[in-house]
């Protein structure tokens, strides 16, 4: 048992640590921080943790407040600060398997926003291991190692730094897994802070670790946030700082679709709006103030934080195919040279195509040790309806036969008016000069030059005002990029929403709008593809097609085509199968009243 003094000590010593990372300031000094894989002894403890500290019980800590801008003592009880930790060790390490245990209210509370935070560690000599995950939950071995995987960049682009990203991986079992009628069914959403740096005395001469979230929810503008402000403070302070967040999240309300929430953290108060399904997330239906918009604490919950502009400047003129593309489930790779960029341009092409969901499998990144890859990796045709994002140079090779290879990430310089320098006068200009942290190995991600290539020719007519704007802007500078990503994804919504007049007209037709002589709420119709076609063709598309494809030589009607392919894959499903559930719903309400 510690004396008084000694506790006093400790609490001075954490609660500065914590005010100064809640202040967004990092500790550069390495004195504090290890890898403990270099000692046999810390590695079989760790390597024990690793595999069995998901079945271990948990122990009650005594309560204190022990960070002083989280929020009311009365709302919010934080753990006991640990002794002062020795020089020369890792602070995130928790080798006693010690944790503030939420009762069951505050737990249930927490857990209807996630699941819980895993840390995974780079081990000598099991490569990455889950040091320990908090509050406890139960992960299969698959669970674990697609987790620990996904945690590391896989390819070696930077020497020391942080990097966030969100991964996509496969639940065993439900318990906690998203449920519904699309893709979403039997995943989770991981939201990885991963740090860098150099380490002497460290046999790889780098300390590795990531820190990640994992949710039932796809609120990477949230969570992305959220780990942007725990993980420097977590790397900084320890354990302590992660319990203090887990008890911040156990006292936000409960999250309502469309509901915009005040979530205090760490010292911060975020305004976030929730997403409604089948409703995209635009900067005019919120309650921001688009003029003094915050992006840092006002937050659209579903949208990533560098969004489909940032990501398709460079190749804004491509976005229209793969518009096209993400509509009829063809399969697609995205190449980047790092998980920050390859997860959020997935993400962005999720949602492309909004309002209608998504039917298919994306992986926002994905790597060669997933469960998966043999699955999806393969030298036969790709399945359809898969979206992989990926940063390992193997894939340049592994996936050179699919049909839509999608290659972003690599900043390409622009004269004066804004044109792009081709990409051979850009090597040109860099010859000589090798990317920081690649040694004199050349990397072919970086040898290659952004844009898609695909076998599809794209029938729809890109907005080329739209395009002259938002390149202008990138050259001046202004308006800042959030409000040119809201720009771009509102024409995308609108030719989305043009796209499905046909089919709401047409669905329309199939409501009754008188009730049965014995009383009974009427069914629907059933849909018919050839009356659509009837209505199609009589009505005509409200989308722009490509002119050229009105001319003598082309052999087949590019609507026609169009919607041919939508309605045989599984986005028309979906759509159609949530469609009838509100037509359904809006009848029961109507002939019951």
Same mark, same amino acid.
């Given at each position: 048992m510690e004396d008084g003094s000694t506790r006093k000590s400790a609490f001075k010593h954490v609660k500065s640590n914590i005010k100064s990372a809640s202040q967004g300031t990092l500790n550069s000094s390495s004195d504090i921080e290890a890898d403990m894989s270099d000692s046999v002894v810390d590695y079989t403890l760790r390597k024990q943790c690793s595999t069995s500290i998901l079945q271990l019980k948990t122990h009650r800590l005594g309560l204190s407040a022990s960070h002083?801008?989280?929020?009311?003592?009365?709302?919010?009880?934080?753990?006991?600060?640990?002794? #002062?930790?020795?020089?020369?060790?890792?602070? #995130?390490?928790?080798e006693n398997d010690k944790y503030l245990t939420l009762d069951p209210v505050d737990l249930t509370n927490f857990r209807k926003w996630i699941v819980g935070f895993c840390i995974v560690n780079f081990d000598l000599e099991i490569g990455q291991a889950l040091d320990y995950a908090y509050p406890p939950m139960d992960l299969t071995a698959i669970e674990q190692k697609n987790i620990c995987f996904s945690a590391f960049p896989d390819s070696n682009v930077f020497e020391v730094g942080d990097q966030i990203f969100n991964i996509r991986v496969r639940a065993s079992t439900f318990k906690f897994a998203v449920s519904g009628p699309t893709a979403d069914a039997g995943f989770l959403y991981g939201y990885v802070f991963f740090r860098q740096k150099k380490d002497a005395r460290i046999r790889r001469g780098y300390f590795q670790k990531s820190l990640v979230l994992l949710s039932q929810h796809p609120f990477v503008g949230l969570f992305s946030r959220v780990v942007s402000i725990l993980g420097p403070a977590y790397f900084d302070t320890g354990q302590p700082m992660l319990e203090a967040a887990c008890m911040n999240i156990a006292q936000w309300k409960c999250p309502k679709d469309g509901k915009v929430l005040d979530l205090p953290f760490l010292g911060k108060l975020l305004q976030v709006e929730l997403p409604t399904p089948l409703k995209p997330q635009l900067l005019e239906t919120t309650p921001f103030d688009m003029n003094q918009l915050k992006p840092d604490v006002q937050i659209m919950a579903s !949208?990533? *934080?560098?969004? !489909?502009?940032?990501?398709?400047?460079?190749?804004?003129?491509? !976005?229209?195919?793969?518009w096209e593309l993400m509509l009829i489930a063809e399969p697609i790779v995205i190449i980047a040279p790092d998980p920050g960029v390859c997860s959020e341009a997935v993400v962005s092409l999720v949602d492309i195509i909004n309002p209608i969901p998504y039917c298919g499998d994306y992986r926002p990144y994905f790597t060669i040790q997933d469960s998966d890859f043999k699955c999806?990796?393969?030298?036969?045709?790709?399945?359809?309806?898969? *979206?992989?994002?990926?940063?390992n140079p193997f894939f340049n090779t592994a996936v050179q036969h699919w049909p839509n290879i999608v290659r972003v990430g690599r900043q390409q310089l622009r004269k004066p008016d804004g044109t792009l320098i081709p990409s051979h006068t850009q090597h040109h200009l860099h010859s000589g000069k090798s990317k920081p942290g690649l040694g004199n190995k050349s990397n072919v991600l970086f040898n290659f030059t952004q844009g898609v290539t695909s076998k599809r020719k794209s029938v729809i007519s890109r907005d080329r005002e739209l395009v002259k704007m938002l390149t202008e802007a990138s050259?001046?500078?202004?308006?800042?990029?959030?409000? !040119?990503?809201?720009i771009l994804r509102r024409h995308f919504v609108d030719l989305t929403e043009k796209f499905l007049v046909p089919l709401n007209r047409y669905f329309s037709t199939l409501i009754p709008t008188h009730i049965s002589a014995d009383g009974q709420i009427p069914r629907l119709r059933p849909f018919q593809t050839d009356q659509f076609m009837k209505s199609l063709k009589e009505h005509g598309p409200q989308l722009p097609f490509k002119s050229t494809f009105k001319t003598r030589t082309s052999t087949t009607d590019p609507t026609k085509e169009l919607y041919s392919q939508f309605l045989k894959c599984g986005n028309f499903a979906t759509w159609l199968q949530q469609r009838t559930t509100r037509a359904e719903e809006e009848m029961t309400k109507r002939f019951q009243s």
């Amino acid at each position: 048992m510690e004396d008084g003094s000694t506790r006093k000590s400790a609490f001075k010593h954490v609660k500065s640590n914590i005010k100064s990372a809640s202040q967004g300031t990092l500790n550069s000094s390495s004195d504090i921080e290890a890898d403990m894989s270099d000692s046999v002894v810390d590695y079989t403890l760790r390597k024990q943790c690793s595999t069995s500290i998901l079945q271990l019980k948990t122990h009650r800590l005594g309560l204190s407040a022990s960070h002083p801008d989280l929020i009311a003592k009365d709302d919010l009880r934080t753990p006991t600060p640990p002794s #002062t930790p020795p020089i020369g060790l890792d602070i #995130t390490e928790n080798e006693n398997d010690k944790y503030l245990t939420l009762d069951p209210v505050d737990l249930t509370n927490f857990r209807k926003w996630i699941v819980g935070f895993c840390i995974v560690n780079f081990d000598l000599e099991i490569g990455q291991a889950l040091d320990y995950a908090y509050p406890p939950m139960d992960l299969t071995a698959i669970e674990q190692k697609n987790i620990c995987f996904s945690a590391f960049p896989d390819s070696n682009v930077f020497e020391v730094g942080d990097q966030i990203f969100n991964i996509r991986v496969r639940a065993s079992t439900f318990k906690f897994a998203v449920s519904g009628p699309t893709a979403d069914a039997g995943f989770l959403y991981g939201y990885v802070f991963f740090r860098q740096k150099k380490d002497a005395r460290i046999r790889r001469g780098y300390f590795q670790k990531s820190l990640v979230l994992l949710s039932q929810h796809p609120f990477v503008g949230l969570f992305s946030r959220v780990v942007s402000i725990l993980g420097p403070a977590y790397f900084d302070t320890g354990q302590p700082m992660l319990e203090a967040a887990c008890m911040n999240i156990a006292q936000w309300k409960c999250p309502k679709d469309g509901k915009v929430l005040d979530l205090p953290f760490l010292g911060k108060l975020l305004q976030v709006e929730l997403p409604t399904p089948l409703k995209p997330q635009l900067l005019e239906t919120t309650p921001f103030d688009m003029n003094q918009l915050k992006p840092d604490v006002q937050i659209m919950a579903s !949208l990533p *934080v560098g969004g !489909l502009y940032h990501h398709f400047k460079d190749i804004l003129k491509d !976005l229209w195919l793969l518009w096209e593309l993400m509509l009829i489930a063809e399969p697609i790779v995205i190449i980047a040279p790092d998980p920050g960029v390859c997860s959020e341009a997935v993400v962005s092409l999720v949602d492309i195509i909004n309002p209608i969901p998504y039917c298919g499998d994306y992986r926002p990144y994905f790597t060669i040790q997933d469960s998966d890859f043999k699955c999806f990796v393969t030298k036969n045709k790709p399945l359809s309806s898969l *979206v992989l994002g990926v940063t390992n140079p193997f894939f340049n090779t592994a996936v050179q036969h699919w049909p839509n290879i999608v290659r972003v990430g690599r900043q390409q310089l622009r004269k004066p008016d804004g044109t792009l320098i081709p990409s051979h006068t850009q090597h040109h200009l860099h010859s000589g000069k090798s990317k920081p942290g690649l040694g004199n190995k050349s990397n072919v991600l970086f040898n290659f030059t952004q844009g898609v290539t695909s076998k599809r020719k794209s029938v729809i007519s890109r907005d080329r005002e739209l395009v002259k704007m938002l390149t202008e802007a990138s050259v001046r500078g202004y308006p800042p990029d959030w409000v !040119l990503n809201n720009i771009l994804r509102r024409h995308f919504v609108d030719l989305t929403e043009k796209f499905l007049v046909p089919l709401n007209r047409y669905f329309s037709t199939l409501i009754p709008t008188h009730i049965s002589a014995d009383g009974q709420i009427p069914r629907l119709r059933p849909f018919q593809t050839d009356q659509f076609m009837k209505s199609l063709k009589e009505h005509g598309p409200q989308l722009p097609f490509k002119s050229t494809f009105k001319t003598r030589t082309s052999t087949t009607d590019p609507t026609k085509e169009l919607y041919s392919q939508f309605l045989k894959c599984g986005n028309f499903a979906t759509w159609l199968q949530q469609r009838t559930t509100r037509a359904e719903e809006e009848m029961t309400k109507r002939f019951q009243s």
